[in-house]
Nanobody
Framework: QVQLVESGGGLVQAGGSLRLSCAASGRTFSQSAIAWFRQAPGKEREFVAAVMWNGAATYDVDSVQGRFTISRDNAKSTAYLQMNSLKPEDTAVYYC????????????????WGQGTQVTVSS
């Protein structure tokens, strides 16, 4: 079991950067896939990025377009989402999620979720 707490969201001007953190606790963290999702008002929760236990990462290229970087530090039991060149369309509540084993792009496969952190990008 993994418990997740996100932080790092806030208000930023377009073109700026934010670094989201997902602090985790639990004995299975190092064996878990960690993913970031986001949900904007009126839209479905969408996959942003995921990182495997060994640091291998995958992204929603259409949405992220190389601007975001996901990483993890198992020693610190923390995952990160570095967001650069932010755009107003990135505005959403960002959630981290975890599951044991391989990652999925569908949120329904994740059994552990953080509370979410708001990211607002102004024009």
């Amino acid at each position: 079991q993994v418990q997740l707490v996100e932080s790092g969201g806030g208000l930023v001007q377009a073109g700026g950067s934010l670094r989201l953190s997902c602090a985790a606790s639990g004995r299975t963290f190092s064996q878990s896939a960690i993913a970031w999702f986001r949900q904007a008002p009126g839209k479905e929760r969408e996959f942003v990025a995921a990182v495997m236990w060994n640091g291998a990462a995958t992204y929603d290229v259409d949405s992220v377009q190389g601007r975001f970087t996901i990483s993890r530090d198992n020693a610190k039991s923390t995952a990160y989402l570095q967001m650069n060149s932010l755009k107003p369309e990135d505005t959403a509540v960002y959630y981290c999620a975890a599951r044991t084993g391989f990652y999925y792009r569908d949120s329904k496969y994740y059994n552990e979720w953080g509370q979410g952190t708001q990211v607002t990008v102004s024009s």
